[in-house]
């Protein structure tokens, strides 16, 4: 009878009495996360399906299983080169799991995510809080909401003034990118470039990809193209020459 009762109590509670023990389980590496395909496909599979699988789930074991489980990774000799090398879908079970997590933020909490994403992976926490149209203590009080549920993660940086965030998991920055409504997703883009120019402002040429990749996004032709031809002057500067044609193309 106590056992029952102790599992209706929500976690919370749990947690904040001392009665609970949290396990955090660190993701799979590569040879990891094919042992456990193999088990759910009932056979090994090749490198390239290996390699594929563990890019696609970053070795988190749910969405092993349900990838696998989904039939997604498709394996042997006679696989065609493009099937094998398409992204892979998201498994039903893999979406309604992220959108419960998601459904779960605080308005603000889900603003940031929606702005994280955005950004991309990973993003400097000085960005985060010139682009984010709230206060500094509503956008670090979210912040921290992100990182409690585990949404968002801290990177280590060589600098200890220099804080970097990253989603937990791609396919967490993918849902929440993916569920933002098209006119809401030209705003925050255009937030970004304004914060990238304002905080960049002495270096511009440095980050002339990302401004450009960002003002694109944002639908501002213009701001963009000036962008993508001076990153194609850097990358010929540097002798990076298909990062040059790419952004010469872009620009075209």
Same mark, same amino acid.
């Given at each position: ?17 001392? =009665? ?61 080169? #493009? ?20 459904? $779960? ?27 984010? #149209? ?15 549920? =585990? ?53 511009? #040429? ?13 639908? $501002? ?20 020459? #298909? ?5 010469? $193309?872009?620009?075209?």
């Amino acid at each position: 009878m106590t056992g029952v009762q102790t599992c209706a109590l929500p976690i919370f509670h749990l947690q904040h009495e001392g =009665r609970l023990t949290e396990l955090p389980l660190l993701p799979l590496d590569a040879a990891e996360s094919a042992q456990l395909a193999a088990l759910i496909a009932g056979k090994q599979l090749d490198d390239r399906s290996a390699l594929r699988l563990f890019q696609h789930t970053e070795g988190n074991p749910l969405f092993i299983v349900e990838t696998m489980r989904a039939g997604e990774v498709l394996t042997g000799a006679n696989v065609a080169s #493009d099937e094998a090398d398409a992204p892979l879908l998201l498994p039903p079970r893999v979406q309604a799991v992220i959108a419960g997590r998601l459904a $779960q933020l605080s308005p603000a909490g889900r603003t940031l995510a929606e702005l994280a994403a955005a950004i991309g992976r990973p993003f400097d926490l000085d960005l985060l809080l010139h682009a984010n #149209d709230g206060g500094e203590t509503e956008t670090m009080a979210a912040l921290d909401e992100l990182w409690q549920r =585990r949404i968002l993660r801290e990177q280590p940086t060589a600098a200890a003034s220099f804080e970097r965030y990253d989603f937990t998991h791609e396919k967490l920055r993918e849902v929440v990118y993916g569920a933002i409504s098209a006119p809401r997703r030209r705003l925050l883009h255009h937030r970004i470039a304004e914060a990238l120019a304002v905080s960049h402002a002495g270096s511009l #040429d440095q980050i002339g990809a990302e401004l450009a990749a960002h003002y694109d996004a944002a639908g $501002q032709v213009e701001q963009a193209i000036h962008f993508y031809a001076q990153a194609c002057e850097v990358a010929e500067s540097l002798y990076a020459l #298909d990062d040059a044609l790419r952004w010469t $193309q872009r620009a075209l």
